[in-house]
């Protein structure tokens, strides 16, 4: 529920007069017609779990790798899955390329953010 | 209302003059499928002169001006080249009338021998239609009406190729809408074959629409037909999709197979010439059965000091198990080693192709044995040492 | 090979794997055979490898007989120690070419550690290895533990031990992979600094 | 029947012209090798050059250790050879066509006529040196003195240490290489020697205080030379012009075998002059006893000579042939000598030579095929396909 101004006036100040001190808009009192893309990166630090189980294994089996073949294995597979799909990325979602069907990155986004720009 | 319905007709009659042109003329270029099936007609002709001096806007009066100009140019042209057909029958002995264009191609040929690799490069005399770049027909009327609603974009064509293409690809779908709810699948066999097709490439695609398109508005026409072509029901509307599919070269059957000659003692031989590597030429001759002799310049395998090249040797005949069947001569001269060896090699594998079958000769192609190796010593470039090495840094 | 355009693609030796590509690839022009590639006894895929880091200023006749060397000195060693050998023969090896490939499977490092500023604080993180690197680094660290050698020591004689000693999982080079492990391990606890 | 084709071989030999060369063509079939003579089809029992026939062509037999270290100690096999054979824990040579050949003459040869000598020549790294050694091991078998020079080269270009001569004015001494050849002959000959107690027909008197009896043993001519390396070349002579003697006497029977013989005849040798000038071979005071055992003046013996063209490549020698090798003295000297040619493997020894590699698991790559691929690569060359064969 708004409170009306003229309740803080017995406490003191007045409201500025709109008369003598004239609204500027110094910052453009509109969004802007991109999305900033530091939401999306992140720290895409890939393969830390793995990373830790492998280094747990490796430390009891004093770093002979015969005894942890499996974790070795996990360990590596993430990695080249991590580095396929970062390849795979680049070349389509990174380009702004849509494809129908699945949300999409800033990129896309400020691909049609500029088509359709918000009217000045 | 008259005007209105008075200027209807002039573009009416305007139109169908132009259409039926458009039709006659057809599109310039052989290879390339479209039809006029737009909704702009392609066509040279200048507007009819018996149109009234109406208001006539600005646009239409410059446009007429360029369109009068084109026509005298046009025809002039039509006419030195007949008089210049008729100089060439002449010429030739044949008669002036039935002279065809293919009559033309082969005198001017026979008149004017050229080496130039490239067929396009060499000289020719053709029809002024085809030599001259087809230009625009009117796209608005003497009011200065534009005919295609697309026509304030600047690229009407394309942006209506564009419309057509996701029109057909929402057709598609709710095709596939429709076919799921009933339950039955897309039919197999008549799955669209793509392997052996390309999109238009960009200049292609500029020539048939007649305007100039942007990369990246070309890369949304491939991104739109990829689209197109990935749908299951693209064969439906194949005929759409063909108008934009270039046939690739059949790499196969790229190079014909000579036929392997007989010599004295009844056996056959290829002898391969100019086979090139660096600066290496050599000429290689292969005789079928024989016991797996290798002769080069009058020495055995041991002129190649150098196991490499031996092994290079090898591989052709290696690869297509002839190693113990085949007798090989070869003279080389020019270059080193390596490059002697490359060339060789390169000489073998092709006189090999008409002693294997055709699926051999697939798989060497795979392997890369049939392919020329172009490259050469990169040039020494002045104010460095060689062609990459700078020379050394010296402080004073 | 930057004579070529973009769409010529690199040839395919092996002829099991034309058969899988053959369909797709029976439109596409195909890159010449390089003049170090045959399908022969004599060529591995490692093995040329190797050949090309042991290469100094362009002699490859000279790396390929080091290489020819080092097996041959291998071989000897191997037939010597199967004739000694009372017991299980069968598990000696002595094709060279094999033992060459167990010695860089076990010489093969996981991950390596790169220095990453964070903060103005160089901090050494431990980084996984894409394949490629990994084999790259194995066949560097076992060539340079070849060539610590004192002058009298001929390359391809250092060069057979390290391999022989790799092979069985002992020697230089696979202490140096443990102890590039344990760096990792003691580091673990900066790993998540990566791509700050 | 087996007698028979003997004896008219030996009338042929006999009347033997310069160049006719008989083929050894078993026309008749032979009887089957006996069951324990054969292995396996690379392989055969028959250790005894004397029994090698057609049968054994193309097949590994084995050289017992005790016979190979008498006879080899000094050198006479190549050093990878050497090499080979210490990683194969065997000894073993192919029986080839041009060592049957050579053995079939030495056997029907009549040696009261004078020694008639046979030159091995062919392309680099076909087995001359085998064949000699083949021979040389037939010879030791058979009671000949050996007179072996392992690589005659070894004293034209390599020489341990080269004094001037002290009897002939202006000649070059090789004391060391003299002192080691005569150990060399000792080895090689020390049962026969024993057996025969051959003895010296004149006194030698090498210095005021020293001289060798008329009636001492070679033994012991053979010991001085060795202890009193001064001399060593003074005795080899003394040694050979004995053994000339002896052998013409009928006493011992002799086979002189020198590989690399075309060294002796090349224009210049590697060693210097006081006047810093190269030194012409014949001025070497060791070759002039080979060179006088090699003529036809003597009987009961044989010579068995090689030409090689890495004997003495100064410059780069376009052929192999004897004539060129040798050169116009060299080819006056032996002008009636016997050649023999040695060939590249033919196809079934090339396949017994690949099965004894893989026997001894040489070769570790066998997919299908290999064989064809080595083949092609080594051109039958033996010496090339073994230098291939090492880094499979």
Request: aromatic share 10%; proline share 4%.
């Amino acid at each position: 529920m708004r409170v009306p101004t003229a309740v803080y006036a017995a406490r003191g100040r007045q409201a500025q007069n709109e008369k003598d001190v004239p609204f500027q808009e110094i910052l453009p009192l509109r969004l802007k017609n991109t999305v900033s893309g530091k939401a999306d990166s992140g720290s895409d630090v890939a393969c830390l779990q793995e990373m830790g189980v492998l280094f747990a294994c490796l430390k009891d089996n004093e770093f002979v790798e015969k005894y942890c073949h499996k974790e070795i294995s996990q360990f590596k597979n993430c990695y080249k899955f991590y580095m396929d799909r970062k390849l795979e990325a680049k070349k389509t979602v990174n380009q702004g390329i849509v494809t129908p069907g699945n949300n999409l990155n800033y990129k896309q986004l400020n691909k049609y953010l500029r088509r359709f720009p918000n009217p000045v | 209302m008259a005007l209105r319905v008075f200027g209807l007709n002039i573009i009416k009659n305007n139109r169908n003059i132009l259409q039926n042109v458009g039709k006659t003329n057809g599109v310039p270029t052989n290879q390339g499928a479209a039809a006029a099936l737009y909704a702009t007609q392609v066509t040279v002709e200048a507007a009819p002169a018996a149109v009234q001096k109406q208001k006539v806007s600005k646009a239409m009066k410059s446009y007429l001006k360029r369109a009068n100009e084109h026509d005298e140019f046009m025809k002039t042209q039509h006419l030195e080249f007949q008089i210049g057909k008729r100089h060439l029958a002449n010429m030739m002995g044949a008669d002036a009338e039935t002279f065809t264009q293919e009559d033309i191609n082969e005198a001017i040929s026979y008149l004017f021998p050229s080496g130039l690799y490239d067929k396009k490069a060499r000289p020719t005399m053709r029809t002024p239609d085809e030599v001259f770049p087809a230009r625009k027909a009117a796209e608005f009327d003497e009011t200065g009406r534009p005919f295609h609603s697309m026509f304030y974009t600047a690229k009407p064509n394309f942006f209506q190729l564009l419309h057509d293409i996701v029109e057909e690809t929402n057709k598609l779908n709710d095709l596939e809408e429709r076919m799921l709810r009933r339950g039955n699948k897309p039919d197999e066999n008549q799955k669209l074959e793509t392997a052996g097709f390309q999109l238009l490439p960009k200049e292609h695609l500029e020539r048939v629409l007649v305007e100039q398109i942007a990369d990246i508005e070309y890369q949304n026409f491939s991104n739109s037909m990829e689209r197109l072509i990935a749908s299951p029901y693209a064969y439906k509307s194949k005929a759409f999709i063909e108008r934009f599919l270039k046939p690739l070269i059949d790499q196969s059957k790229q190079l014909e197979v000579p036929k392997p000659k007989i010599d004295e003692q009844g056996r056959q031989y290829i002898t391969t010439y100019e086979c090139l590597r660096k600066t290496a030429r050599a000429d290689v001759t292969v005789r079928l059965p024989g016991t797996g002799k290798i002769t080069i310049n009058g020495q055995d395998i041991s002129y190649f000091s150098v196991e490499q090249s031996k092994e290079q040797l090898l591989f052709p005949l290696h690869f297509c198990d002839m190693l113990g069947k085949v007798d090989v001569e070869a003279n080389v001269e020019g270059g080193g080693t390596s490059g002697q060896a490359g060339a060789i090699r390169w000489g073998i594998a092709m006189s090999l192709r008409s002693f294997v079958d055709q699926e051999m000769i697939e798989s060497m192609r795979l392997a890369g044995l049939l392919t020329r190796d172009y490259r050469r010593r990169e040039r020494k470039k002045f104010g460095q040492e060689g062609a990459r090495r700078k020379y050394t840094w010296k402080k004073r | 090979m930057s004579v070529y355009p973009q769409h010529f693609v690199d040839p395919i030796i092996n002829k099991s794997l034309q058969k899988e590509k053959a369909h797709e690839l029976s439109h596409i022009p195909i890159k010449p055979a390089l003049n170090v590639s045959t399908d022969s006894i004599f060529y591995g895929e490692l093995k040329q490898k190797f050949t090309n880091y042991i290469l100094k200023e362009g002699n490859s006749a000279l790396a390929r007989e080091l290489l020819t060397k080092t097996f041959e000195i291998i071989k000897r060693t191997q037939i010597e120690r199967l004739h000694l050998a009372k017991g299980d023969k069968g598990s000696i090896i002595t094709d060279a070419e094999t033992l060459l490939i167990n010695a860089i499977e076990n010489t093969r490092p996981l991950l390596h550690l790169s220095a990453i500023k964070r903060g103005g604080v160089k901090y050494q993180v431990p980084i996984p290895l894409t394949e490629k690197k990994s084999y790259f680094l194995a066949m560097k660290w076992i060539l340079e533990a070849a060539r610590e050698k004192e002058r009298k020591v001929s390359l391809p004689e250092k060069l057979a031990w390290e391999i022989l000693d790799a092979a069985c999982g002992q020697g230089r080079v696979v202490k140096r992979k443990d102890d590039l492990h344990r760096l990792c391990e003691s580091n673990r606890a900066y790993a998540h600094y990566r791509w700050s | 029947m087996f007698r028979n084709q003997l004896g008219n071989l030996s009338r042929v030999s006999s009347q033997l012209q310069r160049i006719s060369r008989v083929e050894l063509m078993s026309t008749e079939v032979q009887p089957a090798e006996s069951a324990n003579s054969v292995i396996n089809e690379f392989r055969t029992a028959v250790t005894s050059p004397g029994e090698h026939s057609a049968l054994q062509l193309a097949k590994f037999y084995k050289i017992p250790a005790e016979e190979k270290k008498q006879i080899f100690a000094g050198g006479g096999l190549p050093k990878q050879y050497e090499q080979q054979i210490k990683t194969f824990t065997e000894a073993c040579l192919m029986v080839r066509q041009p060592a049957l050949e050579l053995l079939n003459y030495i056997k029907n040869a009549d040696l009261s006529k004078p020694a008639v000598r046979y030159v091995i020549y062919g392309d680099n790294g076909v087995g001359k040196t085998l064949t000699m050694a083949h021979v040389l091991h037939y010879g030791s078998l058979n009671d000949f003195l050996l007179v072996h020079v392992p690589w005659a080269p070894n004293w034209t270009k390599r020489p341990k240490e080269s004094t001037n001569s002290s009897t002939q004015e202006g000649f070059i001494d090789l004391p060391f290489d003299a002192a080691a050849w005569l150990v060399h002959f000792k080895t090689q000959n020390a049962k026969l020697l024993q057996k025969l107690q051959l003895k010296t027909s004149k006194e030698y008197v090498w210095s005021k205080r020293e001289s060798t009896p008329a009636g001492a043993t070679l033994v012991e001519l053979i010991e001085h030379g060795i202890a009193r390396i001064k001399y060593a070349t003074e005795t080899t002579a003394a040694l050979i012009s004995e053994l000339k003697l002896l052998s013409t006497g009928g006493q011992c029977k002799v086979l002189v075998a020198i590989d690399g013989f075309n060294a002796f005849f090349h224009p210049i040798t590697r060693i210097f002059s006081d006047n810093k000038q190269l030194v012409t071979p014949d001025r070497i005071t060791l070759t002039q006893p080979f060179l006088d055992i090699t003529k036809y003046d003597w009987t009961n013996g044989i010579c068995v000579l090689s030409v090689d063209k890495i004997a003495m490549t100064e410059g780069y020698m376009d052929s192999y042939m004897p004539r060129y090798l040798l050169g116009k003295t060299g080819f006056e000297h032996l002008d009636p000598f016997v050649p023999v040619h040695v060939t590249n493997y033919t196809d079934k020894e090339f396949l017994s030579c690949i099965n004894y590699y893989m026997d001894r698991h040489w070769i570790t790559k066998t997919q299908p095929g290999f064989e064809e691929q080595l083949k092609f690569m080594s051109n039958h060359n033996p010496y090339t396909l073994m230098q291939i064969v090492r880094g499979l």
